[in-house]
């Protein structure tokens, strides 16, 4: 018997990127989602170029399918979005959740949410809002990483036009202080 789970897995990430695609459309942002897999009636296949191509008309770009690009199942979508948006040169990788942002786990005040945080600084603490291997790959490639509650109107309009919502990871971060920490 084949193991098809993996192909479910990616075909529900592709129905929450068309999801996300009418949320979008219904606000007057042009979208195209793109996946690794043939499905022409809603999506076009993952290219690099198309997708700098939409990006300079001014359109988001929602990648579907776990592995969207590479077409293996066996990489996180966090993972996925960090190589695509290396890819296309992305300037920032955007991670809706459910939760408010990033959460200090080690303060007195378990309610503490980080606005800003270097990406090593969060690896170092253990953090579990991103696998490992997305948040490295984004620190290699200086790519900074908005973790922001997916379920809060208006967040993902706040994302994608770059206010401030909730947690933002970057490769270094400058305290209050004027201290560099990070890379």
């Known amino acids: 018997m084949n193991n098809t789970c993996p192909d479910f897995s990616m ?3 592709v129905m929450n990127s068309l999801l996300l695609q009418s949320a979008l459309e219904k606000t007057g942002v042009q979208t195209r989602v793109q996946t690794a897999f043939a499905m022409q009636e809603v999506s076009e296949p993952y290219s690099r170029q198309r997708a700098i191509r939409h990006l300079e008309k001014g359109r988001v770009v929602i990648f579907g399918g776990i ?3 590479t077409g293996n199942p066996l990489f996180s979508t966090d993972t996925a979005a960090a190589v695509q948006a290396s890819e296309i040169h992305a ?3 955007l991670k809706g959740t459910n939760v ?3 959460y200090d786990c080690h303060s007195p005040d378990s309610n503490f949410i980080f606005e800003h945080i270097s990406i090593r600084d969060l690896v170092s603490r253990g953090a579990t809002s991103m696998d ?3 948040l490295t790959f984004c620190e290699e490639n200086n790519i900074p990483v908005v973790v922001f509650n997916l ?3 208006g967040n993902i309009s706040k994302a994608l036009c770059g206010e401030q919502v909730d ?3 970057n490769c270094s971060y400058v305290d209050p202080s004027g201290t560099v920490t990070g890379i």
């Open 132 to 134: 490992m291997m997305a």
């Open 11 to 13: 075909m529900a990430s």
């Open 151 to 153: 379920l809060e109107p």
């Open 167 to 169: 947690t933002i990871c």
């Open 100 to 102: 408010d942002g990033v």
């Open 91 to 93: 300037e920032a990788v």
């Open 67 to 69: 592995g969207a690009g």
